[in-house]
């Protein structure tokens, strides 16, 4: 730890945040010469100033400053059903929900492959759990990213509509698939109860459900509150409200953060005139570029630069294999779906980021099979290589996934611009 | 204390309390009061001493960061609202109101306790308290009503500058009082001037420190392509401040009111407006939370121990106050409006007061028998008084604003929708 680091132990949190914030904002300016996102430059101060590089900041720290997370969260997904009017939807057709099921379970079979693939070689049979976790959590795919660089560069277009939706939705299929393939995975190890496989499905399509109907029960509300108010400042008040109140209930009642406040925003801009939603995403726009900075500062504080040793064979091919599945399937499903040819070329390109979801679906799965290895072992000596194996499965899911974020959360972002870039909807004076 | 008969996610009870605080404040705008009535009610409704109780001490004690972020906002805006331009029109004539104010407060709560009560410490303790007030109150009315004029200014610069002098006053008159606690109980005298130097240093540093941050906030201001980023540069710079307050004994409202008038005074007045907006955007949210906040602390049961030195307190501090500023106004020959209404607006008094009534009861406990007393006397008046501060000392702003004509017309609250 450099000899500096004691000093500022008694720096509160609001002193470091306060630094953090402007370290970030000037970050972000001096990335952008470059022609990157700005939110690299706040990655990379929290991940200077977090426990892997400086210890500025703490675990604990962080943990104190967690809700920034759900909030910057909810205001993204706000922000994502406010930008899918029907209207907008509509041209893109079908092809919108082929290009969703095609990424997401492209990507899930690609990568279970391939991990089973890996394993086999190097072990002699393949994994299939291991494989399964991985293509499960393979499929998620974090909204914020992509979403800031839209905002940051003022996209227009088809291609950014229609990156919005499928960022969007495609949370809702991942819950599905992780559902599914977490099932099967915990069915093939011991241990597991009968009858698992069914409520797999049930549980995750519960959690949807209630989202979206929890979600579109607040957007009305809202809809019908914020439609008398004339005042910019009041509706400012009354989206935050909201927002906190999705992100709120979602944490209550074990529901899609993101899809909660999605379908809030998609009530607002599918029942009100196209002025009033102007009204409110105009206020929320001057909000996000500081929610921005917070949440990738404190994102990048949470990366684990160690954690890149660990990567190994099994993040390499990880890696490879999701950017495959997501930039072939978004690609093969745009061309089943008829869509257009500038979506078919550079949809997949937007959707590499992944942070803070996967991590936590292996956070779920860490915990899990630790329990479970905890009561295999106390069932006795022959199956203590099965609760071994348990365990190590669960160390090496996080691990891994820890690390390849890392990655994917600096790519994606990268990625995403020139994606954008390259299909004309950055309009020119952004461009510099 | 009782503890949260619910326990929901943080995030949960905040929007809670801003969407009761946002619609409980509307419903005081038809009774001609200002919203931030609503707000605390809403707090308080919900609060551990209220009705539902989904805010147990706990998630209170979470969520104080919020009071320093949004003490750290209205000072800021205080400083922006003092450019010396606007400030010379006054000349001394803030000085004399600020100084008589204050040791008007002082001297009558000081001659009334002991009146009442016979003891020159506990005197000596509860004057200290009294020429405390704060900011938040007066600010959120004047931005809520859009006021403006020489009144508004005015208030401005008082309730901003007062609490140096409080500072000054607090240090000075506690460190009195523990000298004769201290004699009392048989110890020695400390010599003279040494009590003045801690405040005074800490009014110096804020200063300064406020200065130099606000220089280089300025300067920083100044390059930014885009001002929609204004807002991300205030926020960090509120964010410092409150922390570095914290961490070197600065005043938090002195430090950031200094980035506020160093950023006024240095850059032109389109630019500073432009800024103003923007925050003033997010005003109202920090606002509801912040107010809302402090009305869940109200405790209505410690009114009951109000007693004859809280009757003496308040009237004593209210009598100080408005009357030295009139006198202050007077002396230095300001106009009429401001000598006429400008004590109304200086009455709150919050969390400043119950925060050095703390610090009292912290410095006094071990000193002996007769100190912890005025140390619980004192935090128990102090909070129930604060509870009739807190109400009554903006609905008297907005009065005497309205009084005054700084309220425009259009923000009159309207008689139907």
Request: net charge neutral.
């Amino acid at each position: 730890m450099p000899p500096g680091a004691d000093v500022l132990a008694d720096f509160s949190p609001l002193l470091r945040l306060g630094l953090l914030t402007i370290v970030g904002f000037y970050a972000g300016r001096l990335v952008r010469p470059l022609r990157l996102p700005s939110i690299l430059g706040y990655m990379t101060v929290g991940l200077l100033a977090g426990p892997s590089v400086f210890e500025l900041f703490r675990q604990g720290h962080l943990e104190d400053l967690a809700f920034i997370n759900e909030i910057a969260l909810g205001f993204v997904a706000f922000s994502v059903g406010a930008e899918l009017s029907l209207r907008a939807v509509r041209g893109l057709g079908r092809g919108l929900v082929t290009i969703i099921l095609a990424e997401c379970l492209g990507t899930f079979v690609i990568v279970l492959l391939a991990v089973a693939a890996l394993t086999a070689h190097l072990s002699g049979s393949a994994d299939w759990p291991l494989a399964l976790i991985f293509g499960a959590v393979a499929c998620a795919s974090a909204p914020a990213g992509t979403v800031a660089v839209i905002q940051e560069f003022r996209a227009k277009g088809s291609l950014t509509t229609a990156l919005y939706a499928v960022v969007g939705f495609d949370d809702g299929l991942a819950i599905l698939v992780f559902g599914f393939a977490y099932g099967m995975a915990r069915a093939l190890l011991p241990g597991s109860e009968t009858g698992g496989m069914l409520d797999a499905l049930i549980l995750p399509v519960e959690e949807i459900v209630r989202s979206l109907v929890v979600g579109a029960a607040l957007g009305f509300v809202f809809s019908l509150c914020v439609r008398r108010l004339r005042n910019p400042r009041d509706i400012l008040i009354l989206v935050f409200g909201f927002v906190l109140l999705g992100a709120g209930l979602s944490e209550l009642w074990h529901m899609s953060l993101i899809l909660t406040n999605m379908m809030v925003g998609f009530v607002l801009v599918n029942t009100r005139s196209m002025d009033l939603v102007r009204r409110v995403s105009g206020q929320l726009g001057e909000l996000m570029p500081l929610i921005f900075v917070l949440f990738f500062a404190v994102a990048g504080a949470h990366l684990d630069l160690g954690a890149l040793s660990d990567l190994g064979w099994l993040g390499i091919v990880y890696v490879g294999g999701r950017m495959l599945g997501k930039a072939g399937g978004a690609s093969a499903g745009a061309a089943l779906g008829g869509a257009e040819p500038k979506l078919r070329r550079y949809l997949g390109w937007g959707l590499h980021t992944q942070a803070g979801v996967a991590i936590g679906l292996a956070l779920i799965v860490k915990d899990d099979f630790d329990t479970l290895s905890k009561s295999l072992l106390a069932q006795g000596t022959e199956v203590a290589a099965q609760a071994q194996r348990v365990g190590w499965i669960g160390t090496t899911v996080i691990t891994t996934i820890t690390a390849t974020c890392i990655l994917f959360e600096v790519i994606g972002p990268i990625l995403a611009k020139m994606a954008l870039d390259r299909a004309g909807e950055i309009p020119p004076e952004v461009r510099e | 204390m009782p503890e949260a008969a619910w326990s929901l996610p943080p995030l949960l009870l905040l929007s809670i309390l801003i969407a009761l605080g946002f619609y409980v404040g509307k419903m005081m705008r038809y009774l001609r009061l200002p919203a931030i009535i609503g707000y605390m009610i809403a707090g308080f409704a919900v609060g551990p001493h209220g009705f539902g109780t989904i805010l147990g001490d706990h998630e209170l004690g979470a969520l104080s960061f919020i009071n320093e972020i949004a003490l750290g906002f209205v000072a800021f805006t205080i400083g922006t609202e003092l450019r010396l331009k606007v400030l010379r029109q006054f000349g001394k004539g803030i000085v004399f109101i600020i100084l008589v104010e204050s040791l008007a407060a002082f001297l009558l709560v000081l001659l009334a306790v002991y009146l009442v009560s016979g003891d020159l410490p506990l005197a000596l303790i509860f004057a200290a308290v009294a020429p405390a007030s704060a900011p938040a109150g007066t600010v959120a009315v004047i931005q809520e009503y859009g006021a403006k004029g020489s009144l508004t200014s005015a208030l401005y610069a008082v309730v901003g500058f007062d609490d140096g002098l409080a500072i000054l006053i607090f240090g000075f008159a506690a460190a009195a009082a523990r000298q004769l606690l201290q004699v009392e109980a048989g110890g020695p005298l400390d010599a003279g001037l040494a009590p003045l130097a801690g405040p005074a240093l800490e009014i110096a540093a804020s200063l300064a420190v406020g200065g130099m941050v606000g220089v280089l906030f300025s300067f920083l201001v100044r390059k930014l392509g885009n001002l929609r980023e204004g807002l991300i540069l205030v926020a960090a710079v509120v964010f410092a401040c409150a922390g570095l307050a914290e961490l070197a004994h600065l005043s938090l409202i002195l430090t950031n009111l200094m980035v506020g008038f160093m950023f006024a005074n240095t850059r032109d007045e389109s630019l500073v407006h432009r800024l103003g907006d923007q925050i003033s955007g997010v005003m109202p949210l920090v606002y509801i939370l912040f107010f809302a906040l402090a009305g869940a602390h109200l405790n209505p049961m410690v009114l009951r121990s109000l007693g004859l030195l809280g009757g003496a307190y308040v009237i004593a501090r209210s009598a100080g106050l408005m009357g030295g500023a009139y006198l202050g106004a007077l002396i230095g020959r300001v106009e009429d409006k401001i000598r006429k209404y400008l004590g109304l607006g200086i009455l709150s008094q919050a969390g400043v007061a119950i925060g050095l009534a703390l610090i009292v009861k912290a410095e006094f406990t071990g000193l002996s028998e007769h100190a912890e007393q005025i140390g619980t006397v004192v935090i128990t008046t102090v909070t129930a008084t604060c509870v009739l501060f807190e109400i009554v000392g903006p609905i008297l702003a907005k009065m005497g604003l309205a009084r005054a004509g700084e309220i425009p017309e259009e923000e009159q609250p309207p008689a139907g929708r």
